[in-house]
């Protein structure tokens, strides 16, 4: 079945420091894929998408994903995070020409300690 | 940003109750989604509409049923509330024009659902 997959459940991190969120992906086709974030109490925001072109994509607030295609992944990354940054981090796919349903991960959620 | 709402925000049931979820939108988009969010099980799609017409399920669509009465409103229904219904329930909107970035979806702010 196609299925998308975040490794880390919940991250736990200090101001400053990097972050990387992990997203893998099932799907065999040419994919459309897209990072939202939830901040407590809201509802989801997109925060990045890749749809073709160059494979290392920017978003907003300083977050950047990479996606390489031969390991099926959509890694989201920022360079040193904030306490603003505490969040839950969805990674979502949707295969192009298909149903264009979005199919996402289970979600990490992130905690940034002052 | 208001082009997605959802009435009400929260709701405490009982079991066995009938409930209506409602979504509206003032995107102009032609596709409207229900999803259902659980602590880490992510989101997940239980009903969706491509238009007015047309209504599909989704991969947890037993339970629930929807209405599609227009096409900036789409209702989700809960026909005999049960405890494991207890979620966050989204209703999301996407555009097939192509005027958006490859289906790009846009979400509601939530209804917080409690079935006793």
């Known amino acids: 079945a196609q299925s998308v997959s975040q490794h880390n459940h919940h991250v736990i991190l200090s101001e400053a420091a990097s972050l990387e969120l992990g997203c893998n992906y099932s799907y065999g086709g040419t994919v459309n894929l897209f990072w939202y974030v939830q901040y407590p109490g809201q509802h989801l925001q997109l925060l990045l998408k890749y749809f073709s072109g160059d494979p290392l994509v920017k978003g907003i607030k300083g977050f950047e994903a990479e996606f390489i295609k031969s390991k099926f992944s959509f890694n989201l990354r920022k360079p040193s995070v904030q306490w603003s940054d505490t969040a839950e981090y969805f990674c979502a796919v949707n295969v192009r020409g298909g149903a264009q349903k979005l199919v996402f991960g289970q979600g990490t959620r992130l905690t940034i300690n002052p | 940003d208001a082009d997605v709402t959802q009435t009400p925000r929260n709701r405490i049931t009982k079991t066995g109750k009938r409930i209506m979820l409602e979504c509206s939108q003032t995107?102009?988009?032609?596709?409207m989604y229900w999803y259902r969010q659980d602590p880490g099980l992510g989101l997940r799609l239980i009903y969706y509409?491509?238009?007015?017409?047309?209504?599909n399920k989704g991969e947890i669509s037993d339970g629930y049923s929807v209405s599609r009465q227009a096409q900036a409103k789409f209702s989700l229904s809960l026909e005999s509330a049960i405890p494991n219904q207890t979620a966050l329930y989204f209703c999301?909107?996407?555009?097939?024009?192509?005027?958006?970035?490859?289906?790009?979806?846009?979400f509601g702010p939530g209804t917080r659902l409690t079935v006793l």
């Open positions: 999301a909107t996407s555009d097939s024009s192509g005027r958006t970035f490859g289906n790009e979806q846009f």
């Open positions: 509409s491509f238009d007015v017409k047309d209504i």
């Open positions: 995107k102009g988009h032609d596709r």
